[in-house]
């Protein structure tokens, strides 16, 4: 019997890892900025037209995630890791990893990985009938030898589709460069210092462990794609100057902002006065309460331009965060202004009015905020701040209702049905709101049955 259980608990162990390879999304968090996203759409849009896809549709999604890494997950929704943004060295390296990706979504590879996914769990069910039934007859060492055979072929039927998949994105990737008008030499330049990565960590086009691997080694689509990109009439084209720039910016704003002060102020020492130095060392002064220094950076990046909305809202927030909302209001609504209420931004924006504690201002935070859930339902934060200036007005039934929304953005679902329930009761019947917050409440509902259904 204990042989048994040991087969039994290393089969399920074996599904649970094909299961998860199917959510490669969970535990990882979105990073949301304003600038970031903008840049990203900019670099993506020419080759989702390319791809012949509707650029509306399609969402580029920035990860919290450091290693190097992009990929799709359902729906057309390519995710970039933040890794990924600071190993690249152009915005052209980033397009040619978009481009590949807009390959699966376009392909369906993520409903056929799903169908992969269900047909290797498949094989390793089967061996692990075939392995209890040795069991039973008393034959331990056949029983093990069953369910390790079958494991091999799942893998290995599992990670050779995988790869064949990437084989043809790349192709797929290139096709939509080339339709964009825009070179290859990015992509090449990107596999190249994946390949150099590969070299390091031991790993050589000979070598065994590569066929374990989910994508095909880089030496093997360099020698792929090298000829079909310079053969292309775009391989001349020059990058792009101004996306260029704008690239070099966020890059090194994500850095300042998600690596350790120290690591940052070494990468851009004070001797660099160049943007993006600026941009970096004003979050890593931010993050270390070093306030004064934050501001000088910030106005230093203004007094070269004085209506960028990002360096107005990166000044705004400084500001706001270290405990002087009223000093950030002119910034952070002169920001506002210049993006015609980005919803990120109006939502510092409304709660740096709030954050005044002046009831002079809340009419102009509902008002910002309002508009700002508006363009984008899916701002957690936004939702929050409203719900505050609701209850600060006395509006308990909205307040409720704004609490739903953040909550069930958040999978508090509990909460969000408490909320919900309590807004409905007070809100007039049959009101667009009161519709939205049964909609809520039957969202929050059913996401605990699938939880529930799943354990």
């Known amino acids: 019997m204990r042989a048994l259980h040991s087969l039994a608990a290393y089969a399920l162990a074996l599904l649970a890892a094909f299961a998860l390879a199917a959510q490669p999304v ?68 980033v397009q040619g990893v978009i481009a590949h990706e807009l390959g699966h979504i376009t392909a369906g590879h993520v409903v056929r990985f799903n169908e992969r996914t269900r047909a290797a769990q498949g094989i390793t069910i089967l061996s692990l009938l075939l392995g209890v039934g040795a069991a039973l007859a008393g034959a331990g060492d056949a029983a093990l030898g069953a ?33 964009a008008g825009i070179s290859g030499r990015g992509s090449l330049a990107f596999f190249e210092r994946l390949r150099n990565m590969e070299i390091r960590r031991g790993f050589s086009q000979s070598d065994e462990a590569a066929y374990s691997r989910t994508h095909p080694l880089a030496g093997d689509r360099l020698q792929t794609l090298r000829g079909l990109y310079a053969e292309d009439p775009a391989w001349d084209t020059p990058d792009d100057p101004e996306l260029q720039a704008r690239f070099l910016a966020v890059r090194a704003k994500l850095y300042g902002y998600l690596a350790p002060s120290e690591r940052t102020l070494q990468q851009y020492p004070l001797s660099d006065t160049s943007v993006p130095a600026r ?44 405990g002087r909302p009223e000093e950030a209001l002119a910034p952070l ?25 002046d009831e002079a201002n809340y009419a102009e935070a509902e008002r910002v905020l309002r508009a700002a859930v508006a363009k984008d339902r899916f701002n957690p934060f936004a939702w929050y701040q409203l719900g505050v200036v609701y209850a600060a007005r006395g509006d308990i039934p909205r307040a409720r209702l704004a609490s739903a929304e953040q909550q069930v953005m958040s999978r508090n679902y509990p909460e969000a049905i408490r909320s919900a329930q309590a807004a409905e009761a007070g809100l007039p019947f049959g009101s667009p709101d009161w519709i939205r917050a049964q909609d809520i409440g039957l969202q929050a509902r059913a996401a605990l049955e699938r939880i529930r259904d799943s354990r």
């Open 279 to 322: 941009y970096a060392r004003a979050y890593a002064y931010h993050k270390d309460a070093q306030i004064e220094n934050a501001l000088a950076e910030a106005d230093a990046l203004l007094a070269l331009t004085p209506d960028n909305p990002y360096y107005l809202e990166l000044k705004g927030q400084i500001l706001l965060e270290s």
């Open 26 to 93: 969970a535990a990882q968090s979105v990073l949301r900025d304003a600038e970031t996203e903008e840049l990203l759409n900019d670099m993506a849009r020419p080759l989702i037209e390319a791809s012949e896809l509707e650029p509306g549709n399609v969402e580029i999604v920035l990860i919290n995630d450091q290693s190097i890494n992009a990929f799709v997950a359902g729906g057309q929704v390519v995710y970039v890791h933040a890794g990924l943004i600071n190993a690249a060295e152009t915005a052209n390296e």
């Open 147 to 179: 369910l390790m055979a079958g494991q091999q072929a799942a893998t290995g039927s599992f990670l050779a589709f995988n790869r064949n998949q990437e084989a043809a994105t790349d192709l797929a990737g290139a096709r939509y460069l080339s339709g």
């Open 333 to 357: 609504r002169r920001a506002t202004d210049l993006t015609l209420n980005q919803p990120l931004i109006a939502a510092i924006f409304g709660h740096a009015l709030i954050a005044t504690e």
